[in-house]
C-alpha cells in the first residue's frame, strides 16, 4: 500500500534512538525526507547514518535540547530552511519518570512542563504557519496511556501529559480548517533504553526484565519501538486523512480506556 509519504518533510523531536529512532527509520523507508533532533550529537549521527544506510532517505540533524526555550522553533525552521517545507511534526522527545507527589519539587514540575508541554506548544507554534502556507500538514503528539487513566506515583508524568492530550484535541479544532491534523498516539510499556535502565535497576537481565513486565499486559508481551512508528507513519499518510483530534493506544491492550 502506497502511503503517500514519498517526499514528505518530517521533523522529528528525540529521533536518535527509542520510538523516536524507530520512526525516523520507518519514514525513511517510506521515501519521505527526515529530519530529527536530540542532545547527544554522537548519538544522533550515528542513528542517522543507520537510516541513510538502510533506506537511502535524506537525513538531516540537529543538536536540540526540548527544555530549551529557542531549540524547538531553531530545529523547525533549520529543517524549513534544508527541505523548503514540513509536512509533518512528530513530538517524540520526553522521558517516563514516574514518582509519589510528595517527592517532586517545583524544579522537577517545570522541568516535566518544559519538555512535555512546552516543546509540543513550541514546535507546533514554529511548524504552523509553514503549514497553512502550504496548504497542510500532520502534528504527531507522543504520549502516554497513563495521561487517560492516571494511577497514585505517576508524577509529573500523567499529568503533564493530560496537558498534552488537551493541547491535540484543541489544536485539532483551531486547525481543521486548514487541513492539518493534529493527533496524539499513548504508549504503554515498550522496550526502550530506559526499559533496559530499570532491568539494571532492579538487577535483572534485560530478557528477564522484559518478561516479567510482558506478563502484566493482555498481548503477554511489551511492545517493540517499531509497532508504534507503524502508527505514528498512519497518522501521517494519506490513509488518514479524515483523522484529526484522536489518541490512538498503542499498548497491547493494557489501558482500561478507549
Given at each position: 500500500m502506497e502511503w503517500g509519504l514519498r517526499g514528505k518533510v518530517v521533523a522529528i523531536t528525540g529521533g536518535s534512538e527509542g520510538i523516536g529512532g524507530a520512526t525516523a527509520m520507518r519514514f525513511g523507508r517510506e521515501g519521505a525526507r527526515v529530519a530529527i533532533c536530540a542532545r547527544r550529537a554522537d548519538v544522533m549521527e550515528g542513528a542517522a547514518e543507520a537510516i541513510r544506510k538502510a533506506t537511502g532517505a535524506?537525513?538531516?540533524?540537529?543538536v536540540a535540547d526540548a527544555a530549551q526555550a529557542e531549540d524547538m522553533p531553531r530545529f523547525i525552521e533549520e529543517?524549513?530552511?534544508?527541505?523548503?517545507?514540513?509536512?509533518?511534526?512528530?513530538?517524540?522527545?520526553?522521558?517516563?519518570?514516574?514518582?509519589?507527589?510528595?517527592?517532586?519539587?517545583?524544579?522537577?514540575?517545570?522541568?516535566?512542563?518544559?519538555?512535555?508541554?512546552?516543546?509540543q506548544i513550541r514546535t507546533a507554534r514554529a511548524a504552523i504557519p509553514h503549514m497553512k502556507k502550504q496548504g497542510g500538514g500532520r502534528?504527531?503528539?507522543?504520549?502516554?496511556?497513563?495521561?487517560?487513566?492516571?494511577?497514585?506515583?505517576?508524577?509529573?508524568?500523567?499529568?503533564?501529559?493530560?496537558?498534552?492530550?488537551?493541547?491535540?484535541?484543541?489544536?485539532?479544532?483551531?486547525?481543521?480548517?486548514?487541513?492539518?491534523l493534529v493527533n496524539a498516539v499513548a504508549v504503554g510499556k515498550i522496550k526502550s533504553k530506559q526499559q533496559e535502565r530499570n532491568a539494571a535497576r532492579d538487577k535483572m537481565s534485560i530478557s528477564d526484565f522484559y518478561a516479567k513486565v510482558?506478563?502484566?499486559?493482555?498481548?503477554?508481551?511489551?511492545?517493540?519501538?517499531?509497532?508504534?512508528?507503524?502508527?505514528?507513519?498512519?497518522?501521517?499518510?494519506?490513509?488518514?486523512?479524515?483523522?484529526?483530534?484522536?489518541?490512538?493506544?498503542?499498548?497491547?491492550?493494557?489501558?482500561?480506556?478507549?
Open positions: 535524506e537525513v538531516m540533524t540537529v529543517t524549513v530552511r534544508r527541505y523548503g517545507r514540513i509536512d509533518a511534526v512528530v513530538n517524540n522527545a520526553g522521558g517516563t519518570g514516574q514518582r509519589p507527589f510528595d517527592v517532586v519539587d517545583d524544579k522537577a514540575w517545570q522541568n516535566d512542563i518544559d519538555i512535555k508541554v512546552f516543546a502534528i504527531i503528539n507522543l504520549n502516554m496511556v497513563g495521561a487517560k487513566q492516571p494511577f497514585a506515583g505517576s508524577f509529573p508524568t500523567t499529568i503533564t501529559r493530560a496537558a498534552g492530550l488537551a493541547l491535540t484535541k484543541a489544536l485539532s479544532k483551531e486547525l481543521a480548517p486548514f487541513n492539518i510482558g506478563k502484566t499486559v493482555p498481548l503477554g508481551r511489551m511492545g517493540e519501538a517499531e509497532e508504534v512508528a507503524n502508527v505514528i507513519a498512519f497518522l501521517a499518510s494519506d490513509a488518514a486523512s479524515y483523522v484529526t483530534g484522536c489518541c490512538i493506544n498503542v499498548d497491547g491492550g493494557l489501558s482500561g480506556v478507549l
